[in-house]
């Protein structure tokens, strides 16, 4: 089947360019325009007519890249037209009359550039990041995955176990032979050293991860704290409803900020007390998990009655800042139990001192991206095989010193598909769906 699709955002725009991909791809420019193939990656200015009635539909650039020098690997043709929705919708029409075309599914494009191999995974990943990245530090960290150095260490690490596994499988198929004790060796050390690489790659403070999804800071605390109006001024927005009602937020509030070219997620949660209303309950379960599960928590006490006990004890203990808000209402020092804790004194009502809590949130920031080596894990499919390869390694260098060389070589195998998944260098029609997905159409 050829395949189409806009390649550009839809809505109202200055140009529009529809994407064509398949064996079948020329036959459109003669059928839309009445004229022969443009010479190949030449701009060539053409009417696009109706395809039954020659009625002209717009004038635009017709552009045509013969396989497999194209993106796909396949014969391709990209149509540039006014970005008016009713032109695009014309010509869409128009395409899908003629035979063994239709509209391509999200990301089917650069699913075709992989599995004709203009691409490996890895790089196919980092374009849909660099679709998506909102901020700077999203956009260098996508460019440097689509530059291949990541895919490299992981070949490399990949034909290192295959050169071990040649000779746990020569000694498998010639049990008679012994081999040299240099080779015995050999096998040990490099295994052990592939398994210290990967072991070093995944102690990364899962930073590549936390820089594609986002910073993940939680506001929790009591009821009227504050939460829901500090929300609204770090986002310069009413996000939340905010009420002298205790109580008034029972779900978990998110938005996505730009902090300094740092992407961060925001969560302000349901205020956290002894409740017996059962909506507020599941609420302020659901606070605990999302404080849990954050890189950073902002813990909001009322400055007229700081109780630090039970769960605010537990929250402060690591990733926290003691957020003390109302200041402007309390006179004198602070308990010198509060005063140990990373802590800032604010008043949202008279907008105190919020200068030096957004400047502590960045200095968090800034400490928790620092990495010297490069970002190698960008999402969890990298590190579930890099553990997995590195479990069956560790199995095959127990298995190899009991000279159990049969189990051995199949846990070595094992590590070996896990890498090899990670680029995809193994059959992975699996994971396939799951990653290209999540593209737009006309990707």
């Keep these: 089947m050829t395949i ?30 009445g004229k022969p193939i443009p010479l190949p990656r030449v701009a ?86 660099l679709i998506s990245a909102e901020t ?13 150095n990541s895919a490299q260490i992981f070949d490399n690490l990949r034909e290192k176990l295959l050169k071990i596994l040649s000779f746990v499988e020569a000694k498998i198929d010639f049990p008679e032979e012994d081999l040299p004790y240099e080779n015995i060796q050999q096998i040990k050390n490099d295994s052990t050293e592939v398994l210290n690489q990967i072991k070093k790659i995944l102690n990364d403070q899962k930073v590549g991860e936390i820089i594609r999804e986002g910073f993940k800071i939680a506001i929790v605390g009591p009821t009227n704290a504050g939460k829901s109006s500090l929300l609204n001024n770090l986002s ?81 203990k690591e990733n926290a800042i003691l957020v003390v808000n109302k200041s402007d209402l309390i006179n004198g020092e602070l308990d010198p139990e509060v005063r140990k804790l990373d802590h800032v004194l604010i008043s949202l009502k ?10 502590k949130i960045k200095n968090k920031l800034k400490t928790r991206f620092i990495i010297n080596e490069d970002i190698l894990i960008t999402r969890e499919r990298h590190r579930q095989h890099l553990v997995q390869c590195s479990d069956n390694l560790a199995n095959f260098l127990e298995k190899n010193d009991k000279k159990d060389f049969d189990k051995a070589a199949e846990d070595l195998r094992l590590a070996t598909r896990h890498l090899g998944m990670i680029v995809g260098k193994v059959d992975v029609e699996e994971i396939l769906g799951s990653i290209f997905n999540d593209f737009c159409i006309g990707k």
């Design 4 to 33: 189409y699709a806009l390649s550009t955002g839809p809505g109202v725009s200055g140009v529009a360019i529809i994407r064509i991909s398949g064996s079948d791809s020329s036959k459109a420019i003669t059928l839309l325009t």
């Design 44 to 129: 060539c200015l053409r009417k696009i007519n109706n395809i039954n009635t020659s009625e002209l539909i717009d004038q635009g650039i017709i552009i045509w890249f013969p396989g497999p020098e194209s993106y796909t690997g396949e014969d391709m043709v990209e149509v540039h037209v006014h970005g008016g929705k009713a032109i695009v919708l014309a010509i869409q029409n128009e395409l899908s009359k003629i035979k063994n075309f239709r509209l391509a599914e999200p990301g089917e494009f650069t699913k075709k550039a992989f599995q004709n191999g203009k691409i490996n995974l890895l790089k196919a990943e980092g374009i849909a990041d």
């Design 136 to 148: 700077e530090i999203q956009r260098l960290q996508a460019v440097k995955i689509m530059k291949g």
């Design 236 to 316: 310069n927005r009413d996000v939340a409803i905010v009420s002298e009602i205790a109580g008034t937020t029972r779900d978990v509030i998110e938005t996505h900020l730009n902090v300094d070219g740092y992407p961060v997620i925001i969560s302000d949660t349901a205020g956290i007390r002894n409740s017996k209303d059962e909506i507020e309950k599941k609420g302020i379960k659901l606070s605990l998990d999302k404080a849990e599960n954050a890189d950073l928590k902002l813990v909001v006490v009322d400055a007229k009655s700081i109780d630090l006990s039970g769960f605010l004890n537990d929250l402060l």
């Design 350 to 359: 008279k907008n105190l001192n919020l200068d030096k809590l957004i400047s």
